[in-house]
Nanobody, 127 residues
Framework: QLQLVESGGGLVQPGGSLRLSCVVS????????IGWFRQAPGKEREGVSC???????MYRDSVKGRFTISRDNAKNTVYLQMDSLKPEDTAVYYC?????????????????????WGEGTPVTVSS
């Protein structure tokens, strides 16, 4: 029923681009905010970006101007366009959903506040 599936990760050189996709099923995307999180080896999971059910985007400072989050509710999909990638962007990237009434947890990147999680897609930025 409730499911999020990420795709689009891979190996890319510094300065390159990737577009991640998060396809959701089992719930109405119109009533949920969606966040992208990442976790590098040996580090805590951290918030990267969030988009509200109304389409308002948010980004952590380190990715502003490089990443763009968007959503296509008709396709039940949220995207993360990643440009000008840096080695420090290397991590497993996860999408997660939370009800619109609790968007605060997404906008503040509260990992334990998100309700549903995908299994992640790895991104490696290396020459």
């Amino acid at each position: 029923q409730l499911q999020l599936v990420e795709s689009g990760g891979g190996l890319v050189q510094p300065g390159g681009s990737l577009r991640l996709s998060c396809v959701v099923s089992g719930f109405d995307l119109n009533y949920y905010s969606i966040g992208w999180f990442r976790q590098a080896p040996g580090k805590e999971r951290e918030g990267v970006s969030c988009i509200t059910n109304g389409g308002s985007p948010m980004y952590r400072d380190s990715v502003k101007g490089r990443f763009t989050i968007s959503r296509d509710n008709a396709k039940n999909t949220v995207y993360l366009q990643m440009d000008s990638l840096k080695p420090e962007d290397t991590a497993v990237y996860y999408c997660a959903a939370v009800a619109a009434s609790r968007t605060y947890y997404c906008g503040e990147y509260k990992v334990d506040g998100m309700e549903y999680w995908g299994e992640g897609t790895p991104v490696t930025v290396s020459s």
